[in-house]
């Protein structure tokens, strides 16, 4: 996520270092350097501007304490300028009612009926009963996109005939759920442009009668200034309560996600990252701004990483690998797991100083598909009692899985270094994978 403009600030705030003193000389040439890196990373002139201006007022009014660097003093404060920019502190998503409704609005691609996947699969994992209405009439395929989306989450859909009004397929979406006890409504809504007038009283209107708690403005990251106009645009028709950036995966350059709440001033409150229904982050301006610094976002990585794993099930591993039984079954659910929390390249951005080595690293996706596909191939007796896999088991194994015979060696020795290996974190007191989110609460807590 916005590699350039990171990489850019941090060569900006390097230049600081060695320099015993902040004074307005010597920090001139590092100013002019991050309202570059702005510019470059398509945030408005004039927003830079102001962000640099604070930055400097602030750098020289400030004493470098002997314990920290100029450097350090210097990161910190573009930290809190990035964080302020973008809103200074997380706006919670409102929902009240009965049940509570949330109407999503957008052009057409920005990933609107995406989000109304995931926000279900969010809530639901927070005890909410979400029913997903499909009110983008004007194509089949919208209606049958949520319908996939919601029988592979197992979350409600409700849909009417094409020939329907939005408004009245909206209106008995709420019936359904009030008679049904569900207590979060979520309305999809068709692509539009904000020069269509007949189309923006359409949502207006929707907005109007169905008095949402939540209206969300969903857009695509990518679209950088243009985001940001549009996000206007809308504003100024719908008044809507917060915006949804999405594709923050791709190599959108950040300029949308600094602006948006300065200039349209509404939060952004939830950042799409990939195509997964669990790639959905709420936005928190500091963690944001600690990102694009390059320190990375323990906390949403710990986020995800609790939703996945649960305390019953973890104790119930660790009695496992206490009693020898960890087997190659075990092996490809953790994988499974850590698969759920995201793609390793996101995660691996998410982790401070990882991100940076990133472009050098070849991290594939696909990094365990290998071990999913080798262990598919085993019978459950096998993946059981991993030690009965002998060389004509091997064999078999290889031609199921269309892998070689080494292939298949290694990953039963990999396996057998892991067990060793968790013994010894086992033995410490740890509980190896599932210690992870705590572990590192401690750590970024201290
Ligand atoms: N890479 C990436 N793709 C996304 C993201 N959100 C949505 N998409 C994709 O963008 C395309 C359009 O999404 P869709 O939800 O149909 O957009 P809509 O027209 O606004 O409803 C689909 O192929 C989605 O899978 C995201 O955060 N990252
Ligand atoms: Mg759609």
């Not at 349209?264 to 709420?282: A, C, N, R, Y």
Request: hydrophobic share 40%; aromatic share 4%.
């Amino acid at each position: 996520m916005f590699q350039s403009l990171s990489a850019n600030l941090e060569r900006a705030i390097k230049s600081l270092k060695g320099q015993g003193r902040i004074t307005e000389i010597n920090i001139a040439a590092t100013i002019k350097e991050i309202r570059r890196s702005l510019v470059q990373a398509d945030v408005h002139y004039k927003v830079a501007k102001q962000v640099t201006d604070a930055i400097k007022q602030k750098a020289i009014g400030t004493n470098v304490l002997t314990s920290v660097s100029p450097g350090q003093l210097f990161t910190k404060l573009v930290q809190d300028a990035l964080t302020d920019l973008m809103g200074g502190i997380h706006t919670e998503v409102r929902l009240t009612g009965h049940p509570a409704v949330i109407l999503v609005a957008g052009l057409q691609g920005a990933g609107k009926t995406t989000l109304v996947g995931k926000l279900g699969h969010y809530y639901q994992k927070k005890n909410k009963s979400p029913l997903l209405v499909a009110c983008d009439l004007y194509r089949p395929a919208a209606v049958e996109q949520l319908e996939t989306l919601g029988a592979q989450l197992n979350i409600n859909v409700y849909t009417e005939p094409l020939e329907q009004k939005p408004y009245t397929v909206a209106q008995n979406a709420i019936k359904e759920a009030k008679s049904k006890a569900l207590d979060l409504v979520i309305v999809d809504t068709a692509g539009r442009l904000t020069t269509d007038e007949e189309m923006m009283q359409e949502i207006c209107m929707l907005k109007e009668r169905l008095t949402p708690s939540e209206t969300l403005f969903v857009v695509d990251a990518m679209a950088g200034q243009d985001a940001v106009t549009t996000a206007q645009a809308f504003n100024e028709k719908l008044n809507f309560d917060g915006v949804v950036l999405t594709k923050l995966d791709g190599d959108a350059r950040g300029g949308a996600a600094l602006s948006i709440r300065s200039v349209v001033h509404k939060p952004i409150k939830f950042i799409s990252t990939g195509e997964k229904m669990q790639d959905l982050d709420l936005f928190h301006p500091d963690r944001m701004a600690s990102r694009i610094l390059g320190m990375g976002d323990v906390i949403s990585f710990v986020e995800r990483a609790e939703a996945v794993y649960n305390e019953t099930q973890q104790r119930s591993l660790q009695q496992k690998i206490k009693t020898n039984q960890f087997n190659l079954e075990d092996l490809d659910k953790q994988i499974q797991k850590i698969e759920k929390i995201g793609s390793i390249k996101e995660m691996v951005a998410m982790l401070p100083g990882l991100g940076k080595a990133m472009p050098a690293l070849p991290l594939e996706d696909d990094l365990f598909k290998n071990c999913k596909v080798i262990i598919a191939s085993m019978t459950v007796k096998e993946r059981r009692n991993p030690h009965i896999i002998d060389q004509s088991r091997r064999e078999r194994i290889a031609r199921g899985s269309g892998k070689t015979i080494q292939e298949v060696n290694q990953l039963l020795k990999q396996f057998d270094v892991i067990c060793k290996m968790m013994k010894k974190v086992h033995k410490k007191g740890s509980n190896l994978l599932g210690s992870l989110p705590s572990l590192l609460k401690k750590r970024s807590a201290s």
